[in-house]
């Protein structure tokens, strides 16, 4: 069966300091990966996907930048941190090329930056 | 623009009181109306998937429908454990639009 890794669980950031979060998927090969911001009252916002290795689609542009160096793990990060960037980040996965399968997500990071 | 609406933002029921939360979407072609449930400080939980009007999900107390333009989560006889928020998203090219949620609070 297939299961998703998000870490950390949370974390609490000074403003203008670096971000790294870390996804990881296993038992499944080439899945689309995604990268959304949960915020109060706002619902989830599509940060970036990727459908393959290398490959990263930005939705919205920000201070955060996506990476995908293994096929099963997805990075997203930050080279100098907003208050704004705060919020609920959450990893998912669908098979690939099934644009109409649901999308299966990982426990999510709680960021703070103060 | 494609747009996912759910209503209302908050319920409160008693135990056993059955309700419905709606789902409205304007999405041109719908290729997939998802529910999923997130429990506080989790990700979202996958429920059902519908794909076109008329068609029903069932899953213990849950019943989620679609018609074209709405979609409902019908909660019959609620526990406490149902208490959460209910999200529903629509296919909107490589991942899925969500709306806000519905926070549900089951009282015993």
């Known amino acids: 069966s297939q299961t998703i890794h998000q870490w950390p669980a949370t974390l609490v950031q000074p403003v203008g300091s670096p971000l790294s979060l870390e996804c990881t998927v296993e038992g499944t090969s080439n899945p689309n990966l995604y990268w959304y911001r949960q915020a109060a009252g706002r619902g989830l916002q599509l940060l970036f996907y990727s459908v393959g290795i290398g490959q990263i689609s930005s939705e919205v542009p920000q201070n955060l930048s996506a990476s995908r160096p293994q096929d099963r793990q997805f990075i997203l990060s930050s080279k100098k941190l907003l208050l704004s960037d705060s919020g609920f980040y959450l990893c998912a996965w669908r098979k690939t090329g099934a644009v109409d399968s649901p999308l299966h997500f990982g426990n999510g990071t709680r960021l703070t930056v103060t | 623009e494609d747009q996912v609406t759910q209503s209302p933002e908050a319920l409160r029921l008693q135990e056993g009181e059955s309700s419905s939360l709606n789902c409205s979407y304007t999405?041109?072609?719908?290729?997939?109306l998802f529910w999923y449930r997130q429990d506080p400080g989790k990700g979202p939980e996958f429920l059902f998937t519908l794909y076109s009007a008329g068609e029903e999900k069932e899953k213990e107390r849950l019943k989620a429908t679609l018609t074209k333009k709405e979609s409902f989560l019908h909660i019959t006889a609620p526990k406490p454990e149902d208490s959460a928020t209910y999200l529903c998203?629509?296919?909107?090219?490589?991942?899925?639009?969500f709306g806000k949620g519905t926070s549900l609070l089951v009282t015993p």
């Open positions: 998203a629509a296919v909107s090219g490589y991942a899925l639009n």
């Open positions: 999405v041109s072609g719908l290729r997939g």
